[in-house]
């Protein structure tokens, strides 16, 4: 299993520019999150889905932001246009429920916004 | 509003010596709490759990203690080794919702 895969590792972009980062779950896993670390906020749940569906978007700091789950095996997380105030490391994890034991979590995009 | 607080950004232990990272939160339904580890350039790695009805969890060198009356949970680490040096999230969870993480400690482990 080659756990959870997310693209790219790292990006750099202009402001203003649109932005799509992506994740490859693990098979038969039916829950994804997406979270964001910040120093000042640490690791904050962006948005999960159950079942490709989106369960809770509240996270999602403003409409720039959204995020996708097409089938089992993909989801992206796009942001439109890009500031510099959402320079952060990108997380997605995967797992068999929702609940605690079974996070695994991708290595992370970086995105730098210029 | 941060649920769960990790109010040390940082900590330097030497080598063989015990590690504690504190961990406080606010949101009383919680009923299971969890430590992550993360590496550099890697995403976080589960590390240890605890279950509310509980107070104490031990695997191997990490144990983690609950204290629901003072809402705060501790991971001790005995003895410290320079692998252990990492970023450490605390997080909790109630019922079916998603795990709610604090901003990290960063342990240095000094050979």
């Known amino acids: 299993d080659a756990g959870v895969i997310q693209s790219p590792r790292h990006e750099v972009t202009e402001m203003g520019q649109e932005v799509t980062l992506r994740c490859k779950p693990i098979?038969?896993?039916?829950?994804l999150f997406w979270y964001r670390q910040t120093m000042m906020r640490g690791l904050e749940l962006l948005i999960y889905?159950?079942?490709?569906?989106?369960?809770?978007d509240s996270g999602m700091p403003e409409d720039r932001f959204s995020a996708k789950m097409p089938n089992a095996s993909f989801s992206t997380l796009k942001i439109q246009p890009s500031e510099p105030r959402d320079s952060a490391v990108y997380f997605c994890?995967?797992?068999?429920?929702?609940?605690?034991?079974?996070?695994?979590f991708g290595s992370g995009t970086r995105l730098t916004v210029v | 509003d941060q649920q769960v607080k990790q109010n040390s950004p940082s900590l330097s232990v030497q080598e063989g010596r015990i590690s504690i990272l504190n961990c406080d939160y606010t949101?009383?339904?919680?009923?299971?709490f969890l430590w992550y580890k993360k590496y550099p350039a890697e995403g976080p790695t589960f590390l240890i759990s605890i279950s509310s009805i509980k107070d104490k969890n031990e695997d191997g060198r990490f144990t983690v203690f609950l204290n629901k009356s003072a809402k705060h949970l501790s991971l001790h680490i005995v003895p410290s080794q320079p692998g252990d040096s990492a970023v450490y999230f605390c997080a909790g969870h109630s019922g079916n919702t998603p795990l709610v993480f604090g901003k990290g400690t960063r342990l240095s482990v000094i050979a």
């Open positions: 949101n009383s339904m919680f009923d299971y």
């Open positions: 994890a995967s797992s068999q429920s929702s609940t605690s034991r079974g996070y695994t």
């Open positions: 098979s038969g896993h039916d829950y």
């Open positions: 889905f159950n079942n490709n569906v989106p369960i809770d």
